[in-house]
T-cell receptor, first 114, second 111 residues
Framework: NAGVIQTPRHKVTGKGQEATLWCEPI?????VFWYRQTIVQGLEFLTY????????DSGMPKERFSAQMPNQSHSTLKIQSTQPQDSAVYLC????????????FGSGTRLTVL | GQQVQQSPTSLVLQEGENAELQCNFS?????MQWFYQRPGGSLISVFY?????KQSGRLTSTTVIKERRSSLHISSSQITDSGTYLC?????????????WGLGTSLVVNP
């Protein structure tokens, strides 16, 4: 079991460019979560899928952020027109069911927007 | 304001000393969890502890829901315990999607 895999580990974009972050959850896990982590704000919930269906995206900035889960084996988080304030570590986590189950996190993607 | 307050913000110990990390919540909660994060590493679940006391090796977690607090006790600290410890509360029972996180306690254990 390789755990939750996130790619790339680091991404640097210029202001206004697009960034796509990838997450491969643990095989067999039906729930996938995206979080953003900064020193100032700590961890912030972004969005949540269960069995590939979007369940809750209440944490997603509405205009430039989107997330998809086209199949069981991967999810993507896309940020259009990146801004310096988007700089953060983006964490993906998966769990068996999403309700009361242990969360398993990936190592994150550190996004730096210049 | 921050709904989850962790203290201390940082802690430096000599190997072998004990540590007590605190987590206080400003709102009612249904359950909470402790996580550990090594610099540049993944978050690892340490305890899922809705209430009461749980122990795993040198780590003990005690949650008192009515008092809106939880603590993580590390006994006989080791260098490998160094890292950041985060607590997170769930507003709804067992609902991982609504976890509210503290900013963490950074622990350094020196030889």
């Amino acid at each position: 079991n390789a755990g939750v895999i996130q790619t790339p580990r680091h991404k640097v974009t210029g202001k206004g460019q697009e960034a796509t972050l990838w997450c491969e959850p643990i095989s067999g896990h039906s729930a996938v979560f995206w979080y953003r982590q900064t020193i100032v704000q700590g961890l912030e919930f972004l969005t949540y899928f269960r069995n590939q269906a979007p369940i809750d995206d209440s944490g997603m900035p509405k205009e430039r952020f989107s997330a998809q889960m086209p199949n069981q084996s991967h999810s993507t988080l896309k940020i259009q027109s990146t801004q310096p304030q988007d700089s953060a570590v983006y964490l993906c986590a998966s769990s068996l069911e999403g309700q009361g189950e242990t969360l398993y996190f990936g190592s994150g993607t550190r996004l730096t927007v210049l | 304001g921050q709904q989850v307050q962790q203290s201390p913000t940082s802690l430096v110990l000599q190997e072998g000393e004990n540590a007590e990390l605190q987590c206080n919540f400003s709102t009612s909660l249904n359950s909470m969890q402790w996580f550990y994060q090594r610099p540049g590493g993944s978050l690892i679940s340490v305890f899922y502890n809705p209430s009461g006391t749980k122990q795993s090796g040198r780590l003990t977690s005690t949650t008192v829901i009515k008092e809106r607090r939880s603590s993580l006790h590390i006994s006989s600290s080791q260098i490998t315990d160094s890292g950041t410890y985060l607590c997170a509360m769930a507003l709804n029972v067992g609902d991982n999607s609504k976890l509210i996180w503290g900013l963490g306690t950074s622990l350094v254990v020196n030889p």
